[in-house]
């Protein structure tokens, strides 16, 4: 597990970045997979998510989870929260104290934001489409809606899939380009091929909003020797699933 410097100053809550070490799972999926949505057996996963929960001190019972789609919808929850409702978005905001709220990626990035006057968290999770289409900007402009502060809060990047493996076609890089031609700076030519910078793309959006207080943890969950779950690597591997990286916050 991994914790942002900058979110742990504050003592309000409780978070972690995942890889996928010390859980009960195995083949592919081993240890630590949090993929509900996963091939792997229910009763390991949910093992896992119990372990997790114990890790920053949280009831796995409260654990909130969603049906990721690559969207750019959040839910916002409130106290009556039906926790047996399935959620469809892309990330989550609460003020909520004691209910943890995560996300799972597998070389998407994961994303933490909290507002330390507001007592406000949110998870976030931002694959290129994702990110594409808003979801962070989204997020961010609703907790601004609930008084949050940009001078107030504080943001970290975890780990996700680095540039120099995130190779993409040339169809991809002119979606981005006819979006904002400024976008040519996430992009890299090298050897025949071309490269998006994911994590930087995500920080430039962030960045932009006037939030300073930004940590990016620059590891590659692609690079085996980090220990994260990577889609674009078990494909290469030619496997038929993979697992999920967890990561968490929670007010307390």
């Known amino acids: 597990m991994i914790k942002s410097k900058k979110i742990s100053k504050y003592k309000t809550i ?4 995942f890889n996928k070490i010390g859980g009960t799972s195995k083949g ?21 998510l119990k372990i997790i929960c114990k890790k920053i001190g949280a009831n796995h019972k409260k654990l909130i989870l969603l049906n990721q789609t690559h ?35 597998a070389d998407c990035v994961p994303i933490l934001i909290y507002d330390k006057k507001k007592n406000i968290v949110s998870a976030i999770h931002a694959g290129w489409k994702g990110a594409y289409k808003g979801i962070i900007k989204k997020v961010i402009n609703f907790m601004l ?25 040339n169809d991809f890089k002119r979606k981005f380009l006819k979006k904002d031609k400024k976008n040519k700076i996430f992009f890299k030519f090298s050897h025949n091929k071309i490269f998006f910078d994911l994590r930087k793309y995500i920080s430039f959006q962030i960045k932009s909003f006037g939030i300073n207080k930004l940590e990016i943890i ?16 078990s494909l290469v591997k030619k496997e038929n699933d993979y ?4 990561s968490i916050i929670m007010i307390n």
Do not use: E, W
């Not at 409780?14 to 970045?17: E, V």
């Not at 929850?77 to 996300?103: C, E, Q, S």
């Not at 809606?145 to 899939?161: E, F, L």
């Not at 697992?243 to 967890?246: D, S, V």
């Open 14 to 17: 409780k978070h972690g970045f």
């Open 28 to 48: 592919i999926y081993k240890s630590l997979n949090c993929g509900l949505g996963s091939y792997d057996k229910k009763i390991n996963v949910t093992n896992n």
């Open 71 to 105: 969207s750019n919808k959040f839910y916002f929850m409130k106290k009556n929260h039906n926790f047996n409702k399935k959620i469809k978005a892309d990330a989550l905001i609460t003020n909520i104290r004691n209910t943890p709220i995560g996300v799972l990626t």
């Open 145 to 169: 809606k609930k008084g949050c502060q940009k001078k107030n809060m504080v943001a970290a990047i975890g780990p996700c899939i680095g540039r120099k493996n995130y190779n993409v076609k």
């Open 218 to 233: 620059n590891k590659d969950t692609f690079s085996g020797k980090n220990s994260y779950f990577s889609a674009r690597r």
């Open 243 to 246: 697992g999920r990286n967890i």
